[in-house]
C-alpha cells in the first residue's frame, strides 16, 4: 500500500482524484441531504452527525423520515455514499502523500498520516452498512445495530478530523516555504 500511494503522487492524477472525489461529496451536500432533510423536517440524517447517537434518535429519524424518506435514504444516499468512501480514502491520502512529497517528508513517520483517510474510508463503509442494516429492519431497530452504526460512525468522524487538521498542517508549512522562498534575498554570485 505505501509502494502504491507513493507512486501515484503526480500532481494530475492528485487534482484528478480530488476533484471526482469532490463532486460527489457536492452532489450529496447540495441534493440527496438536503432532500433526506426535508423529509425528516430538518433532523439531520446519520451520515452527517459528528458524534454518537441513540435508539431514541435513529427512531425519531427513521418516524420523521416516513416510508418516502426512508426508501430515498436507502435508495438515493447510501448508493451514492458507496463511491464516496473510497474515492475519499484514495484522493485524500495521495493528496497528503504529494504535500509530503513536496516538503521533502515522504519517507518520513508524517507519511503514515496518509492511511487516515483510508481507515476512515472504512468506517465510512461499515457506518453505511450498519444505517442500511437499519432501513431494511425498520421498524424492528435492534439496539446492537445502532451501537455498532454510532461507534462506526464516531470513529468516522474522529479520524477525518484529525486527518484534516494534519493535512491543514502540511498545506501550511508548504505555503509558508513558499511565501519565505520567494521572500529570501537572492544571493549575488
Known sequence: MIALIKSNLSGRKVLLLFLLTNVVYATMLLYTIPKL?????GM??????P???DLAYVRSLFNALGEPGRHFYLTRQLPLDLFYPGLFGISYSLLFGYFLK???KLNSRYFYLAFLPLAAGLFDYLENAGIAVMLKSYPD??????????IFSLLKSSLSSVFFIALLLAILVFAGRLVF????PTKAA
Open 37 to 41: 432533510e426535508t423529509f425528516s423536517g
Open 44 to 49: 439531520k440524517i446519520l451520515d452527517m452527525l
Open 51 to 53: 458524534g454518537t447517537y
Open 102 to 104: 513536496k516538503l521533502g
Open 141 to 150: 431497530l435492534p439496539p446492537f445495530w445502532v451501537t455498532l452504526t454510532s
Open 181 to 184: 522562498k520567494k521572500s529570501a
